[in-house]
């Protein structure tokens, strides 16, 4: 049976049922969501002479809701003309709606008996084959499903998705006693193709596998920070970045999260599971059950384990439960992992470590690699599954059992041993089968220990995914230090960066070349992709910032040129250019993707041309990039000034997209050209199908622009007024005025005498004049240094 979802009907418009409803918005899908109506008016109401029947007041809970949804930050949704896709109604007034949505997500309170009257009063209208899910977060789902019909059962199941929505990808789908087969298998797919999730099917176990692995890690940790006696921001040092983690770590992410939260599913699984060999480490420690009696649970009430105040970050002393000034942390076992770029490859260092950071690795490592063992078969029959959900709920950028095979098996085994614990029978049968690691890479595919055959399985789902680490080292074609060309197949090579934060350097930029060079004489086409957690943070500007100190000004404007001719081979090579950025795409980032011949975005793509931030203007050909499209909408005979504007304050601005969809809204991506790809795992799969099907289809190598109309002293003048009077009117530095004069120079081709065509080349020499002038200046200097001390923009 052929299933397609057009219509999704959300019962439930709290936090989580909001941002559900938001994600589905986000995928194009139409939302219907639906809240209980208030028993009371209030009191703004009330003075209206408003009525508990008037159609506000009945829908007032759910319209509240969704605003507060939209109005939060991070947003749920990619862009606000989105929301328009959610219908907002009531459970009394509307309920008969669903018989016409495919399917039907329950998103109420924690409790069981309201969950149950849901579900009956869903059951008198859906139109049977309609999906119905619970959120539930732990809830059994045989329970549930109890005294409905056949037909509600076999199409019923779990689907949690993680908070928030749109941000964390564990999608775990938890089947009932009697949910179809095929009714698992679609939303598998569904979740990872349309929603963008790592779609994991979950035993029907409480808190399934992300919240029972993730909520052991805190609570064993909770105890840890006693017994070792270290400080909430030691812990948070250590569990943060340095070992792949969230920057938010352990305890600002129950801040964050809040703390009643994670009381709620600590106690569920004391309460429900007896026979869980570390069932008393789920108690709750005294210092936590105060936090709770004080009402200290995290953002949401002012305070958790820290305390803002002022401009001041304040930290809970955990033992005389009063608020401190925030110390920092500093482990000698961190420092012998600095020049380790790898999280992976520093868990091997770290558990040597000598001191308390080491003997801390030590102790919550062997806790946590018994206690996945151990989990299997119960919560699920596969290893990777635990993974996955721990990488996708949680942020991590490793698996507990990704960690444990780099730290390698044995060695694990002897680390718990030391703290009298013991892993699951199968690990050492699994030793003794021959097999010494959980995980293996063949053919450029990942392969899982599978624990009835006692053999490496190939892990399902991958064909649809182009995996850069499995094919790093045995698809390589050429590397430099700054990059490595791999070969994806079908004659496409694929590029990816692999300096620090991805920046574009001179290796890089050769890099490009030699690909471009190789791709010409023996491919098809290329892909400029990676799967790092950012494309590229733009130019490295310590090397401009070096020759510019030293008044290399020659050598500065040869970089500058490499630059921008690198840019122009992207846009003008002899094969297609499919650029494919993800996250922070900054800068020179921006301006790759600004000159390829297809881009193929990520939906998290924070998209923007960032220059003005560190005193110059966009170097790498964004400036006469912008200038060109801004000319190619003139045909349309808008008021060309106006349509100028808005290109120039996208760079003055240095606006920043929040997602891929609205960085369509500031012309950094072009509707009909570029595309959208929701799951970046699919992301460098999708680009290489586009960079085949043109060349399939006959790529012609474009022709070199000299049309682009600029507008010379008409456009420059209105630029000038403007930031006259922004500087006037104190919104802008002398320095940012400086900035901006110098981009509205290029931007307007120069002060020309009326409106003139030009070519690219005669804009791209503009630009690198300016960018030049601006590195001479000290104010530009002190901006970029700041920069690299700091990482943050300064004001000058």
Not at 447 to 476: C, H, M, W
Not at 512 to 517: E, L, M, P, S
Request: contains cysteine; hydrophobic residues 40%.
């Amino acid at each position: 049976m052929k299933r397609t979802i057009k219509k999704v009907a959300v019962i439930g418009s709290g936090i989580m049922g909001s941002g559900i409803a938001c994600h589905f918005a986000n995928i194009g899908v139409e939302v219907l969501l639906l809240d209980i109506v208030p028993r009371e008016l209030t009191e703004a109401e009330a003075k209206k002479g408003l009525t508990l029947e008037s159609k506000i007041v009945r829908n007032r809970l759910v319209n509240e809701h969704l605003a507060n949804s939209l109005k939060s930050k991070p947003s749920p949704i990619y862009s606000q003309q989105f929301a328009s896709r959610i219908t907002t109604g009531n459970t009394t007034d509307d309920m008969a709606k669903i018989a016409t949505m495919d399917w039907i997500i329950e998103v109420v309170v924690e409790r069981l008996d309201i969950k149950k009257m849901v579900f009956e009063q869903i059951e008198k209208f859906r139109k049977p084959g309609t999906l119905v899910t619970s959120n539930t977060s732990g809830i059994p789902i045989h329970f549930m499903s109890e005294g409905r019909s056949e037909d509600f059962q076999k199409h019923f199941c779990g689907t949690h998705f993680f908070n928030p929505a749109r941000y964390l990808k564990l999608f775990e789908i938890i089947p009932g006693p009697r949910t179809a087969t095929e009714v698992l298998d679609f939303l598998t797919d569904y979740g990872s193709r349309f929603l963008g999730k790592t779609s994991v099917v979950a035993k029907d176990t409480p808190a399934f596998i992300g919240n029972r692995i993730g909520i052991y890690g805190i609570q064993s940790l909770f105890h840890l920070v006693k017994e070792m006696g270290l400080t909430i921001e030691e812990v948070d040092k250590l569990t943060g970045p340095v070992i792949g983690r969230p920057k938010s770590a352990t305890f600002r992410t129950v801040d964050v999260v809040g703390l009643d939260t994670l009381v709620h599913v600590a106690n569920g699984i004391y309460e429900n599971c007896p026979n869980d060999e570390q069932h008393e480490l789920f108690k709750l420690p005294d210092f936590v059950n105060k936090m709770m009696e004080n009402k200290w649970l995290g953002s949401k009430t002012g305070q958790g384990f820290y305390k803002k105040v002022d401009k001041d970050i304040l930290s809970l002393d955990l033992d005389t439960l009063e608020y401190r000034p925030a110390k920092k942390a500093s482990f000698a076992t961190l420092e012998l992992t600095k020049t380790i770029d790898k999280p992976i490859d520093r868990f091997k260092v770290l558990v040597k470590g000598k001191d308390k950071a080491g003997e801390f690795y030590r102790k919550s490592f062997a806790g946590m690699f018994a206690y996945v063992s151990n989990r299997i078969p119960e919560i699920s029959d596969e290893l990777y599954k635990i993974d996955d959900a721990m990488k996708a709920g949680f942020g991590w950028e490793n698996g507990p059992f990704e960690i444990w095979d780099a730290i390698g098996v044995e060695k694990g085994i002897d680390i718990m041993k030391a703290e009298g614990l013991e892993p699951a029978a199968w690990v050492t049968e699994m030793l003794a089968s021959g097999s010494s690691s959980f995980y293996s890479i063949k053919e450029g595919a990942t392969f899982f220990y599978n624990i009835p055959t006692k053999s490496q399985n190939k892990v399902p789902g991958q064909d649809a995914f182009i995996i850069l680490n499995n094919i790093r080292e045995s698809k390589k074609v050429w590397s430099n230090s700054g990059a490595i060309i791999q070969d994806l197949g079908d004659g496409i090579l694929n590029l990816e960066f692999q300096s620090k934060m991805n920046t574009i350097g001179g290796d890089v930029l050769a890099a490009i070349n030699k690909a471009i060079d190789l791709s010409e004489k023996e491919y098809h086409g290329l892909v400029i992709g990676n799967q790092a957690a950012n494309f590229s943070v733009g130019a490295n500007i310590g090397m401009i910032f070096m020759m510019a100190v030293e008044q290399e000004y020659d050598e500065l404007n040869m970089a500058i040129k490499m630059f921008q001719d690198t840019m122009m081979r992207v846009r003008y090579s002899g094969i297609p250019v499919v650029v494919a950025p993800h996250g922070m795409t900054f800068g020179g980032g921006c301006e790759m993707s600004l000159h390829a011949d297809k881009v193929v975005a990520a939906a998290e793509t924070y998209m923007g041309l960032v220059e003005f931030g560190v005193g110059v203007i966009p170097g790498g050909g964004g400036s006469k990039e912008l200038a060109m499209r801004a000319s190619d909408l003139f045909h349309k005979n808008d008021v060309e000034l106006n349509v100028l504007q808005e290109y120039f304050l996208t760079i003055a601005m240095a606006k920043v997209s929040t997602s891929g969809y609205e960085a369509f809204d500031t012309g950094l991506l072009q509707k009909g050209k570029d595309i959208i790809v929701v799951n970046k795992d699919r992301q460098i799969a999708e680009a290489k199908k586009h960079a085949l099907l043109m060349a399939e289809a006959g790529y012609t190598q474009p022709i070199r622009r000299t049309d682009v109309k600029v507008l010379g002293k008409q456009a420059l003048g209105m630029f000038l007024v403007g930031t006259d009077q922004m500087e006037a009117g104190k919104y802008i530095s002398e320095h940012d005025k400086k900035i901006a004069n110098k981009l509205a120079y290029v931007m307007a081709g120069g002060d020309l005498s009326e409106p003139t065509l030009v070519s690219e080349q005669y804009l791209l020499d503009l630009e690198r004049e300016a960018f030049l002038s601006l590195c001479t200046e000290r104010k530009t200097l002190e901006r970029i240094q700041f920069m690299l001390t700091k990482g943050k923009p300064l004001r000058n």
